[in-house]
């Protein structure tokens, strides 16, 4: 009921499949993305997601013969039509076809959203049995670190990979956090058995307990049929607790019932089940300020705390930042089945030096958007996202001014102390700092210095003498 949502997307437009799985992982929901309606009926008799978004028009298969397809054998999977907004007859025909909504394309992507959460609750309330077993998409494990501290978690992996210890991943959010537990599983003598993820973080309070434990039929409203829990999916394997910090206090106390006794009950059930599960929890918070404002339990803190990871924040290790920028960019390329970018020099180094609050996370949706947005292979300062470009100008100055805004004050306050002819001041400063920073790009060399300036080369000569800048001639060659 709270599992993650499956959502397959079908639209053979690479922009809107990726603009609809991004946003609909974000909302929190599982999305899969088909280019086309083939092999989609037979994929189905397998496993049926908590909903379908479509296109209409697709080579192949249309999306109308499709969902009349879904209608008939997997009525109670909704599918969401998308088509032209022109497109009135479209509309008609899904609804009559048996389509759960219409969307028309170009859409918000809120609204979306909010429509693909729509229907999936109607999925939820419509089937009575049959959950289908969701596990966390197969994700690769590369992890990419050359930064001394990543070295330190690959060594931890590495010492770890014999044991079935209990692992406490500290780190901001997005720095690699669930990347690192996967890779402690995939290296552990469980690595055969199931690796089961669980935001507490993502997951309605009320819903915690009979997600983790699972509940009984009838166990409360809407218990329509049992259901397995968390821990009973990840028997035998690891149990990958995403925001402890966030659990309820109820919940913790049954957490450490469970990791005393190895056993526990289904929410209204009154058979223990006995579970081998491995617990790694990772949590972006100070677990310990936690405990001493009385939010978090101690005893379970410490059976927690047994082994600590700590995954530094992004700026905490620049020098991975450029081979994380060329792996996210291949893996962009090959998700939307387009020729990888690559990144300028210049646009690689100032990358390098921005803060990225929200860590690997942030890099990797540039990379994307980068692949998505970037008009040619190489991709140039000038193709960056807006919001980074804005990040560099508010930056370069302190104070959080712009130059042209710190330019203006000076004015403001030349003009107050009552100074004439301020230009004669103002404009050799300028351009002094234009030249020696040009000189600085290129080594000291003129010839180069003029092109990034934009003067002939004599114009620089010129300037030079004239400011007094008695840059000395390199490499003139
Ligand atoms: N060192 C790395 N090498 C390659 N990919 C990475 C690395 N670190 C993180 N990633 C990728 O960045 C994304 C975010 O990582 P992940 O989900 O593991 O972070 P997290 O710390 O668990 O975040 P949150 O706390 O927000 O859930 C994932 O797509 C992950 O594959």
């Known amino acids: 009921m709270s599992q993650p949502a499956n959502v397959w997307i079908i639209d053979d437009d690479q922009s809107i499949r990726w603009v609809l799985e991004r946003a609909l992982s974000q ?6 993305v ?6 989609i009926l037979m994929r189905l008799d397998h496993e049926q997601p908590d909903a379908i978004v479509s296109d209409i028009r697709m080579p192949g298969i249309d999306g109308i013969t499709l969902l009349s397809q879904v209608v008939e054998k997997h009525p109670d999977v909704p599918v969401i039509i998308m088509t032209a907004h022109s497109d009135l007859d479209s509309a008609v025909t899904s609804y009559q076809t048996g389509a759960f909504e219409y969307l028309p394309k170009p859409f918000d992507v809120d609204d979306a959203v909010a429509l693909v959460k729509r229907a999936v609750a109607h999925s939820h309330e419509k089937r009575a049995t049959g959950e289908t077993h969701t596990e966390s998409p197969q994700r690769s494990a590369e992890i990419i670190g050359e930064a001394p501290a990543m070295q330190e978690v690959f060594r931890a992996i590495g010492r770890l990979s014999h044991s079935n210890i209990t692992v406490l991943i500290n780190g901001e959010s997005g720095t690699g956090k669930e990347l690192v ?8 003598p469980r690595a ?4 089961i993820a669980l935001n507490m973080a993502a997951i309605p309070k ?12 009838g166990a409360f409203t809407g ?5 397995q829990g968390r821990f009973e999916q990840a028997n035998g394997g690891t149990l990958f607790l995403d925001e402890i910090g966030d659990m309820p206090a109820d919940t913790q106390t049954r957490l450490l019932r469970v990791l005393a006794d190895g056993e526990f009950y289904r929410v209204g059930g009154t058979t223990p089940i006995k579970v081998d599960v491995r617990i790694i929890a990772a949590t972006h918070q100070d677990l310990e300020k936690l405990v001493q404002a009385g939010s978090f339990r101690e005893d379970l803190f410490h059976r927690l705390n047994v082994i600590r990871i700590h995954l530094p924040k992004l700026a905490e290790r620049r020098e991975d930042i450029a081979r994380l920028m060329q792996h996210f960019l291949k893996r962009a390329a090959k998700e939307l089945a387009v020729e990888p970018k690559v990144l300028r020099p210049e646009a690689e180094e100032y990358l390098t030096t921005l803060p990225w609050p929200g860590n690997v996370r942030q890099l990797e949706n540039t990379c994307r958007w980068l692949t998505v947005m970037a008009s040619g292979r190489e991709i140039h300062i000038d193709d960056l996202p807006p919001e980074l470009l804005q990040q560099a100008e508010t930056e370069t100055t302190a104070y959080g001014q712009t130059w042209q805004e710190g330019l203006r004050n000076w004015a403001d306050q030349e003009l107050k ?3 004439k002819g301020i230009l004669d001041i103002a404009v050799p400063e300028f351009e002094k700092i234009m030249i020696e920073t040009a000189l600085k790009h290129t080594g000291g060399r003129r010839r180069d210095a003029s092109i990034l300036l934009g ?3 004599n114009t620089l000569t010129r300037k030079i003498n004239e400011l007094g800048l008695d840059h000395p001639e390199s490499d003139e060659g």
């Open 27 to 32: 909302a929190g929901m599982q999305p899969r």
């Open 34 to 39: 088909f280019e086309s309606g083939e092999g």
């Open 181 to 188: 537990a996967q890779a402690l599983h995939n290296h552990s």
């Open 192 to 195: 055969r058995n199931p690796f």
């Open 206 to 217: 009320d819903l915690i307990e009979s997600e983790l434990f699972g509940h009984e039929k």
């Open 223 to 227: 218990a329509a049929a049992a259901r």
């Open 417 to 419: 102390r009552g100074k």
């Open 455 to 457: 003067w002939g080369r």
